[in-house]
Nanobody
Framework: QVQLVESGGGLVQAGGSLRLSCAASANIFRRNVMGWYRQAPGKQRELVETVTNDRSTNYADSGKGRFTISRDNARNTVYLQMNSLQSEDTAVYYC????????????WGQGTQVTVSS
């Protein structure tokens, strides 16, 4: 089991910023994809942004120009810097890692609430 611990969520005003952090409980030596998804009330979970161990990124248009993902492999930690937050960004943000072993391993954090007022 790999545990993912998220932090950094909270309540912000529109136009504000938050930085989310997600720390994995163990060193991940295999190829992997780590990042963030979000789920708003009544909606399906959707991609925000992910990054591989060799720092290839994948992201949704919703965060383009506003969100930046990064990772510290030595700390087994991924970050999501969110700027210019909008009300539609309000959601529970979930950290995820897919470890590309065979078979693959897929772990989720418990989520952190991001609420953007107005």
């Amino acid at each position: 089991q790999v545990q993912l611990v998220e932090s950094g969520g909270g309540l912000v005003q529109a136009g504000g910023s938050l930085r989310l952090s997600c720390a994995a409980s163990a060193n991940i030596f295999r190829r992997n994809v780590m990042g963030w998804y979000r789920q708003a009330p009544g909606k399906q979970r959707e991609l925000v942004e992910t990054v591989t161990n060799d720092r290839s990124t994948n992201y949704a248009d919703s965060g383009k120009g506003r969100f930046t993902i990064s990772r510290d492999n030595a700390r087994n930690t991924v970050y999501l810097q969110m700027n210019s937050l909008q009300s539609e960004d309000t959601a529970v943000y979930y950290c995820n890692i897919v470890i590309l072993t065979f078979p693959t391993q897929n772990y989720w954090g418990q989520g952190t609430q991001v609420t953007v007022s107005s």
